[in-house]
């Protein structure tokens, strides 16, 4: 398999934008998927992330593909039984305004109801780009399994700038009890 790479200089014409793919990330991926993050550290106020631990979640990542280049990328990843975050969400500057992270939202969105999670969070320093997705800004301490996950032992802890975002989800249907079940 020919492994993908990070969208160089090239741009995204708009035709090429509407066939951009989105699919399961895989461990191949990995080294296109750290470009991408490492590329967009400053302008996205990104975590960094280690290529190995990319790679040993790649699973997790929903890529956008255009051809061989990987021009966007965000993880679900679980932080308990019953919230996940979207972390890492990134497109490369050539396929922004495209919809192309709102796609990746949408897919991220299906599959947490679809795994049976009850609420979606991100952290971010562009609060206004997930209201538009149906998350509300809350204050930290509603999402105590990102604080024992991650913040604790982070080095801005208190003072990242960050904006937690919240969005409750609606579990898909083979997560809902029949009302018949309650009643016996
Ligand atoms: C934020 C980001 C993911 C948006 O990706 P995208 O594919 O361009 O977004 P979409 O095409 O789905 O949406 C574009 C719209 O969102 C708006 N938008 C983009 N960034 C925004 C921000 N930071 N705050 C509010 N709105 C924003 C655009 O103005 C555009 O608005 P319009 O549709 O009214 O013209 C992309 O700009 C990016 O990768 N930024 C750097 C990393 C980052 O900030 N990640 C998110 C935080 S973890």
């Known amino acids: 398999m020919t ?5 160089s200089a090239a741009v995204l014409a708009p035709a090429a934008a509407s066939s951009v793919c ?3 990330g895989q461990v191949d991926d990995a080294d296109a998927i750290h470009s991408l993050i490492v590329g967009h550290l400053a302008d996205g106020h990104l975590l960094p992330r280690e290529r190995d631990e990319i790679a040993v979640h790649a699973h997790r990542f929903v890529v956008a593909a255009s051809g061989h280049s990987i021009v966007a990328c965000a993880e679900l990843a679980p932080l308990s039984r019953d919230v996940s975050e979207v972390r890492s969400l990134v497109v490369c500057d050539e396929a922004r305004t495209f919809g192309v992270g709102h796609r990746i939202i949408d897919e991220l969105v299906a599959r947490a109801s679809t ?3 009850e609420k979606l969070c991100a952290f971010t320093h562009a609060p206004a780009y997930f209201v538009r997705f149906g998350f509300s800004i809350v204050p930290h301490v509603w999402l105590p399994e990102k604080i024992l996950a991650g913040c604790r032992t982070c080095e801005r802890f208190r003072r990242c ?4 975002m919240l969005r409750e989800l609606r579990r898909a249907p083979q997560h809902c009890v029949p009302l018949a079940a309650l009643h016996g």
């Open 22 to 24: 989105l699919r399961a």
């Open 115 to 117: 795994a049976g999670f």
């Open 161 to 164: 700038g960050q904006f937690a």
């Open 3 to 7: 492994p993908t790479a990070a969208i």
